[in-house]
């Protein structure tokens, strides 16, 4: 079973969890080509993440849940892969849109979950979260949260000619956006937890920069993700 809900005893609860941090530490620290160093590169992924995906021709619905969308979370490089245990991690940014349709400043994430069952070889992903109401902000900002679980997400609908034949599905709280590389057969990932980063919220702004003071109070700015802030729709 992969969802933490499913673990009976606190034992085994406080077992899977910290398999959970494990995993997104173990992924996000072997650090692959490309991986973002520091939080300005973060952010230019992120930026090019949006822009690449806006146009890709097998998402053409994207746009249209980005404008829907009240928070949006980019994670560029997404990893995942295992042997009969599975992980997942990646860090990305956190961004929320205002009463007047502008987007906040950037916050930092780690994304990381652990899956079992029978499932061997690696992916590498580029994926948009488009979260579509306050409550799942708010369960984020809060860290109380179990993506699949207290919050259900969605695969964004894929493919081309979807816009034509689909229609647009707001009801779940999250849909996920993907484009993938690589091969990753068996296993579902359930319980995937999303926890802030600290030191980078505040190397890229000040001391004390933490989430609620940067997406909801709008305490700090920085020019930097103008470009960022930009690629999305208001």
């Known amino acids: 079973m992969s969802s933490l809900s499913a673990l009976q005893n606190p034992l085994q609860r406080t077992w899977f969890a910290a398999l959970v941090v494990a995993s997104a530490l173990i992924l996000t620290t072997l650090n692959p080509a490309g991986a973002a160093t520091k939080p300005e590169e973060l952010v230019e992924k992120a930026a090019l993440t949006v822009e690449k995906l806006k146009i890709d021709p097998n998402m053409p619905e994207l746009q249209r849940y980005l404008e829907h969308a009240q928070a949006v979370l980019i994670i560029p490089q997404l990893i995942k892969g295992g042997l009969i245990i599975g992980g997942e991690g990646g860090s990305g940014v956190l961004l929320v849109k205002g009463s007047d349709g502008s987007w906040s400043s950037p ?19 580029e994926v948009v979260f488009t979260i579509m109401n306050d409550g799942a902000i708010k369960a984020i900002l809060d860290n109380q949260f179990k993506m699949g679980a207290d919050l259900s997400v969605a695969v964004g609908p894929i493919g081309k000619g979807v816009g034509a034949s689909t229609t647009t599905n707001f009801s779940d709280d999250i849909y996920a956006f993907s484009k993938s590389v690589g091969l990753f057969g068996g296993g579902t990932l359930e319980g995937t937890a ?27 700015f920085n020019p930097h993700a103008d470009r960022l802030r930009a690629s999305l729709p208001n």
């Open 107 to 125: 916050a930092f994430y780690t994304l990381g979950g652990a899956s079992f069952g029978l499932q061997i070889g690696g992916e590498m992903s």
């Open 194 to 220: 999303i926890v802030k980063r600290t030191s980078w919220n505040e190397l890229y702004y000040a001391a004390g920069a933490d989430p609620e003071k940067i997406l909801v109070e709008r305490m700090y």
